[in-house]
């Protein structure tokens, strides 16, 4: 077995040692560890993350980022670009999903214009400082130095220009209809942008004001593609402000405070106060005291340099979102404008995270570091489903009709059952059980085929829905999720008993005669012709040997369906020993992320997208631990890096950052809305976690290093443990882990059936 399982290794390639030469000791600045460009080196027909460098605070309602990109593309920020076309304030979650309430800001010397390419400046990165907190450009056509640092909802922008009477700041405020309006005797400007891509209702605007600290030389406005001198209001389809100063001595810098609010222009000029009483230096250490807070509360001790970027940078991208969408008004009260009503209504809104991805890892990882910001989430949803009448599955900043699956029903759960109680939890469990029971307003809102899911326990591959297949294999858990919260809520009989039945409905599309998941149709024949290695049609971004694995609840009795524990086990070596082709016909072309498993030297492993990410784990749940120990840590080491190539596909709002963070550490909540999570294979000497609750959870490791990446025995509170898995209930009140690290796998340990972690059909037994 341990030849077979060598060979195995060996097939996939030599694994990309990381560096152990040197161990790094605790880090007492975290964010100086940090590079928002990982993940910036990515194109439409390949990603490495589809990130841009966010320049925010946790959460914070309004990021800012470099736009090198055109207006309205979504790759606003490439890494190989060479030159800036502006600073640009972004909702933007993901490329594919676009922005919505943007503006740029740029600074020019001896260029009057507004053109988007005759305004650029070349620029490098030799002369870029791109810190969360802060960010700073060198533009080389201009001589010109561009600052800035943001609050929640503001940001301080600090520019030194050459000396000249010729210096300007550009503000565009984008098409689809904007406004600007310049008031000299205030020095300020004012106006609203509405571009979006979707999701908005009628009366959208992101009101902006900006605030500058000397007068202005001189004024002009833009109105599609005519500049005006002397000109100080317009409104059209696209227009923008160019203000001019004349700056006497080299080195002279000009301030300017900007913020915007979605509700009005006046809560515009509240969110400004945000700046109010500090300098720009003072700002940048406030904002650098702000995340080194956040991040400091998972501290790691014993990783290469590498590793600890890696980890550092990976928490930040952790802890952007779901955006923070509501305001503090005049009276110090919580409000926000509803993306669902259009009105501006009490209470908390979150937005810009799609569920398909985040319930997986992100909304885990926040319920255990962050329970707090949670619980205001899960208010936030109870206010989307009040003011839109479901809950959002893709939300940016309302409804979107993206993926699939209907994982709101896991988000909801998860926290639940991880201790956020949340005071709305009545109408959730309202929400989540119309969602389940009904095709919503748009097809990625409720569930599409929800009438023929709920007579036939799958949505047919014949009745032109497409991802059918996904949909059915994530409705199947998503009623496991629901069913875990009616137990906890002491919910009728009635309800139990539905929902725990429907977490048996992944059964429905196993092919006894592939072994594998596979479409079927209405009469309950299997949709022919069958290729597993075919991406979409019955299943979303991935193929069947992605998809066949996303039996969260239940995977003792996916592993019976496939002949047993052993039987599963060759099937997952399978995935990294088959070679990485593909059937693209359903889409005429190779997608990214079909890309992206083809170059990763990784079989069929695709950890550039999120339906398999969870797949590595599963070895825990078959008695063979060290082979997850094996693969996550070749994982960890060859899918990710520090780089601006960093990540091997989307980055996704935080699923895949979390991936790693969970994994680094040493475990994974492989099913959200269970009291557990499934142990892997620690990469630091030591971790400690300090939980919001003032308790601390330090996991230690003996003989730790690439080469000794498996456990050979653990302790949990200073006694012999040897599940593969811990339980949430028990890190909460504290708690030490110790991992006794070795070259070999222990082939002894975890083998048990009282080893095994959660899985329905045996829990329930």
């Known amino acids: 077995m341990k030849l077979k399982f060598l060979t195995t290794a060996l097939l996939i390639g030599t694994s990309v040692l990381t560096s152990f030469g040197q161990k790094i000791g605790k880090v007492e600045k975290p964010i100086d560890l940090v590079s928002t460009l990982v993940g910036t080196q990515s194109t439409y027909f390949l990603s490495s993350g589809n990130t841009y460098p966010a320049i925010a605070l946790p959460w914070g309602m309004n990021f800012w980022s470099p736009q090198t ?348 059952i991880k201790g956020i109680k949340s005071k709305d939890i009545e109408t959730l469990y309202e929400a989540v059980l119309k969602g389940s029971k009904n095709a919503g307003p748009l097809t990625a809102v409720g569930r599409a085929g929800a009438e023929y899911y709920n007579e036939l326990g799958y949505v047919p591959y014949d009745v032109k829905i497409n991802e059918n297949a996904a949909r059915s294999l994530e409705y199947s858990y998503d009623d496991f999720a629901i069913y875990q919260l009616a137990k906890s809520l002491d919910k009728p009989q009635a309800d139990k008993d539905l929902y725990k039945q429907r977490s048996y409905n992944y059964q429905k599309l196993f092919d006894p005669s592939t072994g594998l998941m596979r479409g079927k149709n209405k009469d309950g024949s299997w949709s022919t012709p069958f290729n597993p290695f075919k991406w979409g049609d019955a299943f979303t971004e991935g193929n069947s040997w992605h998809y066949s694995w996303s039996v969260f609840q239940d995977v003792e009795g996916l592993a019976k369906l496939m002949g047993g524990h052993q039987a599963m086990e ?98 994974y909540p492989v099913t959200p809305a269970v009291d557990e999570y499934v142990l892997g294979s620690p990469i630091f000497d030591k971790v400690t976690l300090n939980l919001s609750n003032g308790k601390k959870v330090t996991i230690e490791t003996k003989n730790n290093s690439d080469k000794n990446r498996y456990i050979q025995s653990m302790k949990l509170n200073g006694k012999n443990y040897t599940k593969n898995y811990v339980k949430h209930s028990d890190l909460v009140k504290g708690a030490n882990l110790f991992f006794d690290m070795g070259p070999e796998p222990n082939k002894k340990r975890g083998i048990d059936k009282a080893d095994l972690p959660f899985s329905i059909s045996k829990d329930d037994q």
């Open 570 to 667: 060759i099937k997952l070596d399978s995935v990294f020993t088959l070679p990485p082709v593909f059937d693209d016909s359903y889409y005429g072309f190779p997608i990214h992320e079909i890309r992206e498993m083809q170059i990763a030297n990784m079989g069929q492993y695709a950890h550039g997208n999120q339906p398999i990410q969870h797949m590595i784990y599963l070895y825990n749940h078959v008695g063979t631990p060290w082979k997850a120990q094996y693969w996550l840590r070749e994982t960890m080491n060859r899918m990710y890096s520090p780089n601006p190539d960093g990540y091997c596909g989307d980055e996704d709002n935080g699923q895949t950052s979390a991936w790693y963070v969970f994994s680094a550490i040493g475990f």
């Open 69 to 416: 990109g055109k207006m309205g593309d979504g790759w606003m920020y490439t890494y190989t670009a060479e030159k800036l076309r502006g600073i640009k304030q972004t909702h933007q979650p993901s490329p594919w999903m676009n922005d919505y309430g943007q503006f740029s800001i740029m600074a020019m010397v001896n260029n009057k214009t507004f053109d988007q390419d005759k305004r650029a400046s070349y620029f490098s990165h030799k002369a870029e400082v791109a810190k969360p907190h802060y960010y700073s450009v060198y533009l080389a056509d201009y001589d010109t130095k561009v600052e800035l640092t943001p609050t929640e909802r503001a940001s301080y922008f600090r520019f030194t220009f050459p000396k000249t009477d010729s210096a300007y700041v550009l503000i565009d405020a984008f098409d689809k209809g904007s406004y600007v309006e310049v008031i000299p005797k205030d020095q300020k400007i004012i106006g609203y942008s509405t571009k979006n891509s979707g999701g908005v209702p009628d009366n959208f605007k992101n009101y902006f004001v900006m605030t500058f600290d000397k007068p202005f030389a001189n004024v002009s406005t833009f109105a599609d593609s005519v500049l005006t001198d002397g000109r100080y209001m317009v409104k059209a389809d696209h227009v923008g402000a160019i203000v001019g100063f004349q700056n006497a001595n080299a080195g002279d810098q000009l301030l300017m405070k900007a913020a915007s609010s979605f509700i009005s222009p006046e809560q515009a000029e509240i969110n400004l106060k945000e700046l109010d009483g500090v300098t720009f230096d003072q700002q940048v250490q406030k904002g650098e005291d702000i995340w080194n807070k956040e991040l400091g509360k998972i501290e790691i001790e014993g990783g290469s340099i590498d590793q600890m970027r890696i980890f550092y940078s990976s928490f930040y991208r952790s802890l952007l979102f779901p955006r923070m969408f509501y305001e503090i008004n005049a009276a110090g009260e919580v409000v926000h404008y509803s993306p669902y009503n259009g009105k501006v209504l009490p209470g908390y809104m979150f937005t810009d995270t799609g569920f398909w991805d985040t319930f997986r890892a992100l909304f885990p990882f926040l319920n255990l570091m962050y329970p707090e910001m949670s619980e205001k989430m899960q208010e936030g949803l109870a206010n989307a489903y009040r003011e839109g009448g479901w809950l959002p599955e893709w939300a940016s900043p309302g409804y979107r009709s993206v993926m699939v699956g209907n994982n709101s029903a896991s988000v909801v759960a998860d926290a639940w």
